[in-house]
């Protein structure tokens, strides 16, 4: 039977499996091009199995997921499940258009109220965009307008103290955040959740799998070292269990793609809470992540000391997807999301200099470029 964990200021027992709907299946590889039918039927065979938090947001898929989503939840479905979608004020002109944004994924949705309703992707300098718009009194004035009942927000910030001043500057409900085993410290981290569980705020775990990189194209020194830990679970079952184990952990998103993982993640996450691990286990996921981290090309911090760049370049994020190809054995899954996610891509860059002057490692962050533009361009 599927774990529930109690979100105690709302009165509300949450699925420890969370279903994002942001990787729905597709029709030829298309993003937005989702395969409906298979969608839903994954969508409610997952709140069959007992999941009944949905994620979705403005812009998945194209704009496309949250009608996706809707639909699912037809046929008395709604009646079972949380729906949780985002406000992208990051892709608007102004706040003028954040209520015609939020009545647009109620329309989407086909729903009276969003149950919990996120400031998407706090990080970077938006956070001062939040800030100046008023984005606090409209997400109260629309909790009182009865539009939405529970206010949080995502967060990429660079680190524990980023999430830190965000989780302090409004009386947020709950927050997400990037956690798995590999990413201990990287943004908010392990210590961003701490922080958070000990004001008693829940944590939503985005990208346990870090979008199934965790789980396919494997190198072979990692490989051995899944075969090693055994236990017979897959990689994919003890990235879940390592999230589960944290007790401040609400609910667990994986954004599922099949069928088989629908079935997996319910199996997972039905058999699994908080100190279901042991030292030696948590301790063999720690010297996993060690080796990951042993075969990255650029011992980039993500300290941001390189921007702002002169051509726009978003640096430590183009690093990253260039250790990512290093350490997921070529994983061509970061060929999709860098065109999705990087609006400036490494081709860019003109070797001015000023980026390498500034790094404390003293990178050759020109060459990384070069690198990156010949990889994923």
Request: aromatic share 10%; hydrophobic share 40%.
């Amino acid at each position: 039977m599927m774990k529930y964990r109690h979100f105690a200021s709302a009165g509300l027992d949450i699925s420890l499996l969370g279903f994002g709907a942001m990787r729905l299946p597709t029709i030829g590889g298309d993003h937005a091009h989702i395969d409906e039918g298979e969608a839903i039927r994954m969508i409610r065979a997952a709140i069959d199995g007992g999941v009944n938090y949905v994620d979705t947001a403005y812009v998945y898929h194209g704009g496309m997921s949250e009608g996706v989503v809707g639909k699912a939840l037809k046929d008395g479905y709604r009646e079972k499940a949380y729906v949780a979608t985002k406000l992208p004020y990051w892709a608007m002109q102004g706040p003028g258009e954040m209520e015609p944004a939020l009545d647009l994924s109620l329309k989407r949705l086909d729903i009276d109220a969003i149950d919990f309703y996120l400031v998407h992707d706090i990080s970077g300098d938006r956070w001062e965009t939040v800030k100046q718009w008023g984005i606090f009194e409209f997400m109260a004035r629309a909790k009182q307008q009865g539009k939405i009942r529970h206010i949080g927000f995502s967060c990429h910030g660079s680190s524990p103290d980023y999430f830190r001043e965000v989780l302090d500057a409004y009386p947020w409900e709950f927050a997400q955040l990037q956690l798995n085993f590999l990413d201990k410290d990287t943004q908010a981290g392990v210590a961003g959740y701490e922080y958070a569980a000990g004001k008693g705020i829940p944590i939503i775990v985005m990208e346990p799998l870090k979008g199934g990189k965790l789980t396919d194209s494997l190198p072979e020194s990692i490989r051995r070292r899944w075969d090693a830990l055994g236990g017979g679970r897959t990689p994919a079952e003890w990235a879940l269990r390592w999230a589960a184990n944290l007790p401040g952990v609400l609910t667990i998103l994986s954004g599922m793609s099949t069928m088989a993982q629908v079935e997996e993640n319910v199996r997972v996450l039905s058999d699994a809470d908080a100190g279901g691990l042991s030292a030696a286990e948590l301790k063999a996921l720690d010297d996993l992540a060690a080796e990951y981290n042993r075969l990255i090309t650029y011992a980039c911090t993500g300290c941001r000391y390189c921007l702002p760049c002169t051509s726009g370049i978003e640096i430590p994020q183009v690093m990253d997807f260039v250790n990512n190809w290093a350490m997921f054995a070529q994983n061509p899954k970061l060929k999709n999301e860098y065109r999705m996610f990087l609006e400036t891509k490494a081709s860019a860059c003109v070797a001015c200099g000023k980026c390498e002057a500034e790094c404390p490692q003293h990178l050759p962050i020109a060459e990384a470029m070069k690198q990156a533009a010949g990889i994923f361009e």
